[in-house]
């Protein structure tokens, strides 16, 4: 495979310093411009802070690249023929010399591919609401059931079937575990309803659960769900009546496949009047403090 990989992720990697990949979608398509690019350049300086090296991951010019610079990171922000790239969507960029924004399923791929074991986003894909007529559920999930990277996240969001989508996890076999929480958090909320399948309270006891899961010989992923900080929560009943109207907007709208959760992102920072997005970059910003604690405590057992 042909990856771009950074000198300083590189070295990083082979002194065996802690790196932290970073996905693109959400900052091509799931934020507005310009606050998604100020919320990469931020996390990428609250990792770094934290003593570990920022590798945001993307498609660039059709080369997988490991490690991005301010230019790439404006570009992703800004220009609209940057594609949505989960999996299927990988060959199609590559071989057409295309630019991608990478979703958790495909940023996990290269971050595996590069020899990175931790991964910090917003939310992750799972099984959508009216998967049993649609057959809509993330690649995110099936990726998870190969590819042996931890995916920090606060949750997912009430977009989706979060009952259905921890189902579906059980059986792909990933572990879900609720950090410093016993319920599963749903993004903007702290809570879900769903209890978390299990939960830990250090970096420390996340990093052994990745060894032990890897040294069993079980690929795949994990899921750290970091909840949201309280401050910055918006309660659960709020932002259900949005998402419900949101929902309705784009079924009425007819949108469907890989454009429903960017269009449902985008309906959710029109209707709370950018409220959301407040809410969505404190936890990104949370998650990135984490993911880097997690990353020091896997490089360094
Ligand atoms: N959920 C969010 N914010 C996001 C995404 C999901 O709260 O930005 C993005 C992630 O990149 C995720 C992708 O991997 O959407 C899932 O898209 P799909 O449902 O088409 O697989
Ligand atoms: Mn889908």
Redesign the pocket.
């Known amino acids: 495979m042909n990856l771009t990989v950074t000198d300083e992720v590189r070295d990083a990697l082979a002194s065996g310093q802690p790196v932290v990949a970073l ?4 900052i091509s ?3 507005p411009y310009p606050q998604n690019v100020e919320m990469a350049r931020t996390v990428e300086g609250i990792v770094r802070e934290a003593g570990a090296v920022p590798a945001t991951i993307a498609v660039l010019r059709g080369r997988p690249t490991i490690g991005l610079s301010a230019d790439d990171l404006e570009l992703l922000a800004s220009d609209d023929s940057v594609i ?1 790239v ?1 999996i299927r969507d990988l060959p199609y960029v590559v071989s057409q010399g295309l630019h991608g ?7 996990m791929r290269l971050a595996a591919l590069a020899g990175i074991g931790v991964f910090v ?6 099984v ?1 609401r009216g998967a049993e007529t649609t057959y ?5 999930l099936t990726e998870l059931s190969t590819t042996s990277v931890a995916v920090v ?2 949750g ?2 009430s ?2 079937d979060i009952g259905l989508t921890l189902e579906k996890l059980e059986t792909l076999g990933v572990p879900v575990v609720g950090y410093g929480t016993d319920d599963f958090p749903s ?1 903007f909320s702290r809570w879900s309803g769903f209890a978390a399948p299990m939960r830990l309270d250090s970096p420390a006891d996340v990093a052994a659960l990745m060894r032990a899961k890897w040294d069993l010989g079980l690929a795949g992923g994990v899921v750290v769900a970091n909840p949201i900080p309280e401050e910055s929560e918006i309660p659960a009943e709020e932002i259900g009546v949005i998402i419900d109207r949101a929902l309705a907007d784009m079924d009425a709208l007819g949108i469907r ?6 269009y449902l ?1 985008g309906r959710i920072v029109e209707i709370t009047e950018g409220g959301s997005l407040t809410a ?1 970059i404190a936890l990104v910003e949370h998650n990135a403090r984490l993911g880097a604690a997690i990353a020091t405590a896997y490089a360094r057992p």
């Open positions: 996905e693109s979608t959400i398509h799931g934020m949505k989960s924004a990478t979703t958790v399923a495909s940023t986003t917003g939310g992750l894909g799972g959508h809509d559920v993330s690649a995110d996240c606060a997912v969001k977009i989706l993004f496949g890989k454009d429903a959760t960017p992102l969505n």
